[in-house]
């Protein structure tokens, strides 16, 4: 009932910007939860950030505080993630996440979700 596609991946320079987009397929309530996770080779699939699809209870992780945002559009159907200043340590696969049940934050635990995109690429060199 959920169909998630990422794009706007690519490979950039440190201090660079980039704007992933997450486009959702089918019906969408404003408790539903948006996240991004991201995962690099030989790590574990971590949190980023999230929000609900009405764009509160807004949530980072620590490494990408003050650097990423989360911006629901709900006129577009999509979800951005909008990332600045981007460091080496910001590779890896970027993935969009939905969880159709309420949740007073978004969870930081992959299991938590029940949808997920493909990926997108991010690679940022020094």
């Known amino acids: 009932q959920v169909v998630l596609v990422e794009s706007g991946g690519g490979a950039v320079q440190a201090g660079d910007s980039l704007r992933l987009s997450c486009a959702i397929s089918g019906p969408t309530y404003s408790f539903y939860m948006m996240s991004w996770f991201r995962q690099a080779p030989g790590k574990e699939r971590e949190f980023v950030g999230g929000s609900r699809w009405d764009g509160t209870v807004p949530r980072y992780a620590d490494s990408v505080k003050g650097r990423f945002t989360v911006s629901p559009d709900g006129a577009k159907n999509s979800v951005y993630l909008q990332m600045n200043s981007l460091k080496p340590e910001d590779t890896g696969k970027y993935y969009c996440?939905?969880?159709?049940?309420?949740?007073?934050?978004?969870?930081?635990?992959?299991?938590?979700?029940?949808?997920w995109g493909q990926g997108t690429q991010v690679t940022v060199s020094s």
């Open positions: 996440a939905v969880d159709i049940r309420y949740h007073s934050v978004p969870p930081t635990l992959s299991g938590e979700y029940g949808y």
